[in-house]
């Protein structure tokens, strides 16, 4: 049974808000972040959670938003063997309404190769990424709420000196909740408290 504390965490100053474990540390307290994303790892475990507001991409059609954003997330870190493992249909979410037009989401889960900042291919670790595009068209944004968990690490990765090489631990078994259980947490619980923000 997982042992995990969750708490809601107020992201960008405090005008929007979701709810995760406590273990995930806020990664702008150890190096800069942009300013348009709120990034939190569990250096232990190697699984990190990020949520980015972006401009809203109406070229792109809801019904397969996330899969397009996750295929551009590979792109941009240059990701090898990329795979789309699923994807939901689209989801309205009254909680996320404004002026009576609710936001829509969709999901994707996709398996890549990817390295970690600076490092090459040769250490490219096996990653699971948990991707949802949460709509928000009245106010011109693109959320995206993205969940990276290792599946394999590569022993020349940097992540091999905290977490070790080889097959990734599954978190229930070291008493955490998996990675899939916080990306849904962390989508399902995603709340604006003030949309003069956008």
Known sequence: MPQDITYQHPLFGGKISCTFPNRFQDVSDIREVPDHQEVFA???????????????????????S?????????CEQDAEGTLVIEQSGVL?????????????VTTAVGQMAISK??????????VKVYLANLRLKEVDTDVLVTAYEPIVINPLSESADTVGAGV?????????????????LAVTSFRVLDWSFF
């Open 168 to 184: 990734a631990v599954p978190a229930a078994q070291v008493g955490c909740t998996p990675m899939d259980e916080v990306f849904k």
């Open 92 to 104: 309205e979410a009254p909680c996320l309404t404004y002026y009576n037009t609710p936001a829509v």
């Open 117 to 126: 900042g600076r490092q090459g291919r040769e250490a490219q670790n096996i």
């Open 42 to 64: 569990d250096p232990n475990r190697d699984e990190s959670l990020i949520i980015e507001l972006l401009e809203f991409k109406p070229d792109v059609a809801d019904n397969g």
């Open 66 to 74: 996330a899969v397009w954003f996750l295929q551009d997330l590979a």
